[in-house]
Nanobody, 115 residues
Framework: QVQLVESGGGLVQPGGSLRLSCAAS????????MGWYRQAPGKQRELVAAITSGRSTNYADSMKGRFTISRDNARNTVYLQMNSLKPEDTAVYYC?????????WGQGTQVTVSS
């Protein structure tokens, strides 16, 4: 079992920045990749960014150049640095961890971009 706890969401003005954190605990040795997804009201959950244990990264096209995913293995934590935020980035952001047998989700953290 893997437990994920997100933090760092909030209200930010357009053009602003936020950094989300996701702390993993439990069977962390079994994690192959971690990522961030988001879900806006009335929309499907979508991939934002992902990072493998070897630190290979993958981004959704609309986030490239604005968002950066990173991981601190010593702290078992994955970060999502979000810059140049837009109102359309408003969503609940979820942390995800994949193992060979399953995937796990955090509880989500709300990000609201509004003036």
């Amino acid at each position: 079992q893997v437990q994920l706890v997100e933090s760092g969401g909030g209200l930010v003005q357009p053009g602003g920045s936020l950094r989300l954190s996701c702390a993993a605990s439990g069977s962390i040795f079994s994690i192959n990749a971690m990522g961030w997804y988001r879900q806006a009201p009335g929309k499907q959950r979508e991939l934002v960014a992902a990072i493998t244990s070897g630190r290979s990264t993958n981004y959704a096209d609309s986030m490239k150049g604005r968002f950066t995913i990173s991981r601190d293995n010593a702290r078992n934590t994955v970060y999502l640095q979000m810059n140049s935020l837009k109102p359309e980035d408003t969503a609940v952001y979820y942390c995800n961890a994949e193992t060979m047998r399953s995937e796990y989700w955090g509880q989500g953290t709300q990000v609201t971009v509004s003036s």
